[in-house]
């Protein structure tokens, strides 16, 4: 059975991919699956798959590229403030509410 692990990457957040092939690149999060530690960026771990034809969906055949997963210990958060990348930790307020903050700079990523 498996249970759930939470990510301190979401979905729709800037980051920079700091290992593997795409090195340097820097995109948005399309997907996150915490449970398997991987991510979907933007533009990035592009793979290409070939596609039959589907005329009941109105999806044409051929080959397509399309993003892949890439783990996600390969990819930091960007820094709003500095604009590098930097790592995570939560900010734990007393009324128990959690946010996300940038470990280097101390600003926050949660839009509130």
């Known amino acids: 059975m498996r249970g ?4 301190k990457i979401k979905k ?9 092939r795409d090195k340097g ?9 915490p449970v398997l530690g991987k991510v979907k960026v933007e533009a990035a771990g592009m793979i290409k798959r070939h596609q039959k034809a589907n005329p009941s969906s109105n999806r044409g055949g051929g080959i397509i590229e ?3 997963w890439i783990d996600i210990s390969n990819v930091q958060l960007i820094d709003p403030q500095s ?3 930097t790592r995570v930790k939560y900010d734990v307020q007393p009324d128990g509410t959690k946010t996300r903050v940038a470990a280097g700079s101390g600003h926050a ?4």
Do not use: H, M, Y
Request: aromatic share 0%; charged share 40%.
């Open 4 to 7: 759930t692990k939470r990510s």
């Open 25 to 33: 690149k820097r995109g948005r999060v399309l997907e996150v699956a």
């Open 12 to 20: 729709n957040d800037q980051v920079a991919i700091i290992a593997g």
């Open 83 to 85: 604009g590098k990348p």
């Open 66 to 68: 399309k993003e892949s």
């Open 109 to 112: 990523l949660d839009k509130a």
